[in-house]
C-alpha cells in the first residue's frame, strides 16, 4: 500500500542529489573563480565590443559571436577581432552575447574559436567607461571605471610573471687568517742564550 508513495519519494530525492552532483562536479567552471585566477587563466583579456552574432550547433555552443577588439589587456596586441563560441547549453550557465554590448573578457581557446572562461563569471559588462559588478581581490563586487579595473588586472599580471623572491644563501666565512690576533699563534719563545765555551785562562809569561 506504501509502495507506489515511497517509490515516489526515493525517486525524487535520487534526481535532486544527481542534479547537485552534477551542478557541484560535472563542470568546474561554474564556481566564481577568483579576480587572480581569471588573470592567471586566460589566454586574452580585452576590453570588446560584440559586432554580430550567428547562430550555431558547435559543440555545445549555440551561438558564435564575433567581437571587435576595442583594449588588449594581455594577449596577443595584433588582433582585431575575434570569434568566441557561446551561449552554451551547460547548465546554470549564461554566457550569451548580443550585438553592440561591450565586455572586458577573459578568454581562453577552445578547438579553433575562443570562449569565455569561467562562462557568464568571465566576463563584466561595460558602461560608457564603467565595468559593472566588478570583483577585486577580495571578491567583492562594485561598479569600477575601466581605467582602474585595468590598473587592477596590470599589478596582478606584473606579480605572476615576477621571478619568486629567492632568499640569498648565507655567505661563507672567510677562513680565519693567521695573522689575526689570538688565532692559531703560537706563544712566543724566549730568546735562546749562547751557549758559553770552556772557561780561558790566562797564565802569566816566565821570565
Known amino acids: ?122 566576463r563584466f559588462r561595460i558602461d560608457g567607461d564603467v565595468v559593472q559588478d566588478w570583483r577585486d581581490a577580495d571578491n567583492a563586487i562594485s561598479d569600477k571605471p575601466y581605467y582602474s579595473v585595468r590598473e587592477e588586472i596590470e599589478v596582478i599580471l606584473t606579480e605572476l610573471k615576477s621571478p619568486p623572491e629567492v632568499d640569498a644563501p648565507p655567505a661563507a666565512e672567510a677562513p680565519a687568517s693567521s695573522d689575526a690576533p689570538g688565532v692559531n699563534q703560537r706563544p712566543a719563545s724566549p730568546p735562546t742564550k749562547p751557549k758559553s765555551g770552556p772557561p780561558r785562562i790566562t797564565r802569566p809569561e816566565l821570565p
Open 1 to 122: 500500500m506504501f509502495r507506489t508513495p515511497l517509490l515516489s519519494v526515493l525517486v525524487a530525492g535520487l534526481v535532486i542529489a544527481c542534479s547537485q552532483a552534477g551542478f557541484a562536479t560535472g563542470n568546474g567552471d561554474l564556481r566564481v573563480m577568483p579576480t587572480r585566477e581569471l588573470v592567471e587563466k586566460s589566454i586574452l583579456i580585452a576590453r570588446a565590443r560584440v559586432e554580430k552574432t550567428d547562430d550555431s550547433d558547435w559543440g555545445d555552443f549555440k551561438q558564435i559571436a564575433r567581437l571587435e577588439i576595442v583594449d588588449v589587456i594581455e594577449g596577443d596586441f595584433t588582433l582585431d577581432e575575434v570569434r568566441v563560441a557561446s551561449n552554451s547549453l551547460i547548465a546554470n550557465t549564461d554566457d550569451k552575447y548580443k550585438k553592440k554590448e561591450e565586455w572586458l573578457v577573459f578568454l581562453v581557446r577552445d578547438g579553433g574559436l575562443y570562449r569565455t572562461l569561467n562562462y557568464q563569471h568571465g
